[in-house]
Nanobody, 122 residues
Framework: QVKLVESGGGSVQPGHSLRLSCAVT????????MGWFRQAPGREREFVAV???????DYHDSVKGRFTVSGDRAKNTLYLEMNDLKTEDTGVYYCAGTFRAYGTGTNWYDHWGQGTQVTVSS
């Protein structure tokens, strides 16, 4: 059974940092493409970052240069390092996995975590 569990969310002021973790069981990070998505109140879930099976990474334009996605394959854990957070980064952050190749659409992913709340406000 596949299970993805996010952690590390919280409330921070603009300019601060957070690191999100996604503990994965039931699937091998070496064989799956993994992504991070977020959903702000009243808005659709949107792509944030992806790390493909071969290590290729990509980011939404709004987070490039501030966020870094990585995976610890020995721990089977996905991370999202978020620096210089902005109020518009507020939302519920989800990790997701797919056996398909690289993709950024929500419908591309088969497995989802329950999400972790990130709130950025002064």
């Amino acid at each position: 059974q596949v299970k993805l569990v996010e952690s590390g969310g919280g409330s921070v002021q603009p300019g601060h940092s957070l690191r999100l973790s996604c503990a994965v069981t039931g699937l091998d990070l070496n064989a799956y493409t993994m992504g991070w998505f977020r959903q702000a109140p009243g808005r659709e879930r949107e792509f944030v970052a992806v790390i493909a099976r071969v290590g290729r990474t990509d980011y939404h334009d709004s987070v490039k240069g501030r966020f870094t996605v990585s995976g610890d394959r020995a721990k089977n854990t996905l991370y999202l390092e978020m620096n210089d957070l902005k109020t518009e980064d507020t939302g519920v952050y989800y990790c997701a996995g797919t056996f398909r190749a690289y993709g950024t659409g929500t419908n591309w992913y088969d497995h989802w975590g329950q999400g972790t709340q990130v709130t950025v406000s002064s």
